[in-house]
Every structure is written in structure tokens, then in C-alpha cells.
């Protein structure tokens, strides 16, 4: 196992008990993007549900820069592994969950809870799944994850509350539909499905220019009209995932 940079070993000697402050990036912005998954959960208890779902978005691109940061820094250790997990727990499980239930589902307090719930669990055994084969290498030539992960996931699952705060379909009257979906997504996160993996994603360099362009254009309109984006990014993504699974069955047909 390798050394973990957050704790001092007694048994090492005196010179290697300090470490370099820039190691511990990695693990400040998983707290970072754990509060603000904490913060959602108290929004979304408020009822400042834009605020809410604004933050586990939040939570979603910070995650994205933590493992970054280990691996450029060498700061990757076992403690933060442990740590991101535990983070995404709580942002992409219980705060998308806890937001959609008070949001949508005041009406069906029953069985929507149990839906919720189903989504959660769905979430904690998809983290539980990949930490087991974190150290295991991937089958030769798999460039996508086994089911969805859980930050695709929880924007997945916020799509009911996206629609309505786009004004497109206020799910508070379809409280039965959303609870079911939200159990949909928690399925999704521990299927075999094969999703979409962005380290297997290649630019060609003609190309680039353009993809730089597209994403600009993406990230505009996100801060201009976000629920609508996001409706739109979490459709296509379901589109995608059914797209995927159409061709998967047809090769084994």
C-alpha cells in the first residue's frame, strides 16, 4: 500500500514525518466539494431548491478536479481514496436524494421515500462496487465504466427537479413518476450497463479547435440557462445509455 501523505508513521524516520503542503490539495478539495454537498442537504431542507441542486452540481465538477490534482501533485494515497468515496456518498447519494424528496415528493411520503431510498442504496452499492476493484486492472481494451457512476448518476437523478425549474413539467404533480425514476437511476448505478467514459474519448488535433469552441459555448449557456442545459445534457445522456444498450444486445443477437 502506499504511503498515505495524511498521517505521520511514527516508524518512519524524523526527516519523513513533514511532507510538502501541496499534497494535502488534493484532500482540501474533497472537503470543499463535501460541504457543498452538506450545504445542499440543508438547502434543499429549506426548500431553496435552486440553491440545492446548484450545489450538488457544484459537487460533481469538484470531484472531477480531486483525482486530477493526485495524480499531477503525486499526492494519490489511500486515505484520499477513502475520502472521496465517503464525499460521494453523501453529494451524489444522500443530497440528490433528500433534494428530490422534499422538493417532489411531500405529496407521496409512503412509498415515495422507499423510491428515494432504493435510489440511495443504489448509489452507496455502486461506490462499494468500484472501491473493491479500485486496484483491480480493467479487462484489456474496456475504455467505459460498468454501470453509471455515482456523479452521473445524481445529475441523472435531479432531471425531475431540472424540468421543473425549467418550467417545461412541474413534477410536485407527478410525485408517483418522479419517486419511480429516481429508483430507475438508483438501478442504473449498480447495472452491468457499459456507459460512456471520457478517458477513452480521443480529439483529433484538426479538431480541436473546435471542441474547445463547443464546450465554450456549452459553459455559456449553462451560466445563462442552467435547468434548461441540464434537462437537455441528462436527456441526451439517457439517449445515449439506451442507444448503448440497443447495440450491445444487437451484437449478442
Known sequence: MDRDPAFEDESEPADRRTLPLVQLIPNLVTLLGLCAGLTAIRYGIAGSWQVAAGLIVLAALIDGMDGL??????????????????????????????????????????????????????????????????????????????????????????????????????????????????????????????????????????RAALVLVGVAVYAGALVSQPWVVLAVSDLAYLAVLAWGSWRDRRKLA
Not at 73 to 79: D, K
Not at 80 to 98: H, K, N, Q, Y
Not at 117 to 136: E, M, Q, S, T
Open 69 to 206: 490534482l493526485a495524480r499531477k501533485l503525486n499526492a494519490a494515497s489511500h486515505f484520499g481514496a477513502e475520502l472521496d468515496s465517503l464525499s460521494d456518498f453523501v453529494c451524489f447519494g444522500v443530497a440528490p436524494g433528500i433534494v428530490i424528496y422534499s422538493a417532489l415528493l411531500q405529496d407521496w411520503p409512503g412509498l415515495g421515500w422507499v423510491l428515494v431510498l432504493i435510489y440511495v442504496l443504489g448509489a452507496c452499492l455502486r461506490l462499494a462496487r468500484f472501491n473493491v476493484n479500485r486496484n483491480a486492472p480493467p479487462p484489456p481494451g474496456r475504455v467505459h465504466f460498468v454501470g453509471v457512476p455515482a456523479p452521473a448518476g445524481a445529475m441523472l437523478g435531479l432531471l425531475p427537479l431540472y424540468l421543473t425549474l425549467a418550467g417545461w413539467m412541474d413534477m410536485r404533480e407527478w410525485p408517483a413518476l418522479a419517486g419511480l425514476y429516481m429508483a430507475f437511476v438508483g438501478l442504473l448505478m449498480i447495472s452491468r450497463l457499459p456507459t460512456p467514459s471520457p478517458k477513452g474519448w480521443r480529439v483529433p488535433r484538426k
